[in-house]
């Protein structure tokens, strides 16, 4: 069995070191959380429990919640999806520390990185066709792993036949290990299990596995929760993250809720949001009270805020419950 990957890493410029070790310093100095939806669409109700669930593991902990809206795939973001998600966490009382965070305001900072990436050689880039591969850009799921086949070429960065190549990540062989909280502590193989990542897409836009590393990098985000469906995404983060020199954040990946047929809700087929809800004649209050009932934090029926849940609750509780269905 291989070890550790070995960490290649990579130099930036002064400004982006100095950020880095504030932000080393935050991650060091207490919890600091963030939800990161994309606005692609409404949130469903497995979402909301997701934000609701990362905001009481952050707030249990005393620390601060961040809202970043990840909203670089421009194709995928829908007109007025970003204003109703911030609408509905208020309704429910989910309230963030400072303001909306949004990937396409911190491009410079991908960018950036990015060019370091490349000076130091740990890109290539890729002209395999989509035909070739399953799609790589959604973040949902297990991707397949890259075999390689651009590894080896000559670093072409030039448009060829009207196309500008996708940039991988050149990966050490060897393992990537991240903490969990609910879970055993995560490890993949890097060259079986992970493969080359895209960094930057064929079409120019910078990919949700770059964009995120260097945002909890760089926003000193200790604790990360998020769906289960997200759990195979940590890999590739995580060895960014060590490119770059930063510490890691340590992961909570969170059961998602499935219907009365164990599907797991989607926004594409509307599965019930807000809205449905509230024509039932649901207030905030029976909302949360639902959401608690299904991670065990209440009984059926409750009704309350999410600031009596928080104070109602503890993180053993949740930890007891989540990690046994994790
Ligand atoms: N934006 C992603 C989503 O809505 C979540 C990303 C993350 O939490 O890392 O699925």
Known sequence: MLGSAEVIAVVLPEHLQRLLSQAEEQRQSGCRGRYAPSPTG????????????????????????????????????????????????SWLGLHWDGSVLRQSERRGLYATVLSSLRRDGLLYPCRCSRRLLADISAPHGR???????????????????????????????????????????????????????????SDGLFAYHLATAVDEALLGVRDVVRGIDLWHTTAPQVALMRCLGSGLPRYWHVPLWTDSQGERLSKRDGGMGLPALQQEGHDAAGVIGLMAASVNLVPEGSRLSAQELLQSSSLEALIKYLGSKA
């Open 143 to 201: 991707s397949p792993v890259y075999p390689g086949f651009c590894r080896p070429l000559p670093p072409q960065w030039g448009p060829e036949q009207g196309r500008l190549p996708s940039w991988r990540l050149r990966l050490p062989p060897g393992e990537l290990q991240w903490s969990e909280c609910l879970g055993p502590d995560g490890c993949l193989d890097a060259g079986s299990e992970v493969g080359d990542v895209v960094l930057r897409r």
């Open 42 to 89: 409404r949130l469903h109700l497995g979402n909301l429990r997701t934000a609701l669930l990362s905001w009481l593991i952050t707030r249990l902990q005393g620390g601060e919640w961040l809202l970043r809206l990840d909203d670089l795939d421009t194709p995928r973001n829908r007109p007025g999806a970003e204003q109703i998600i911030l609408e509905d966490l």
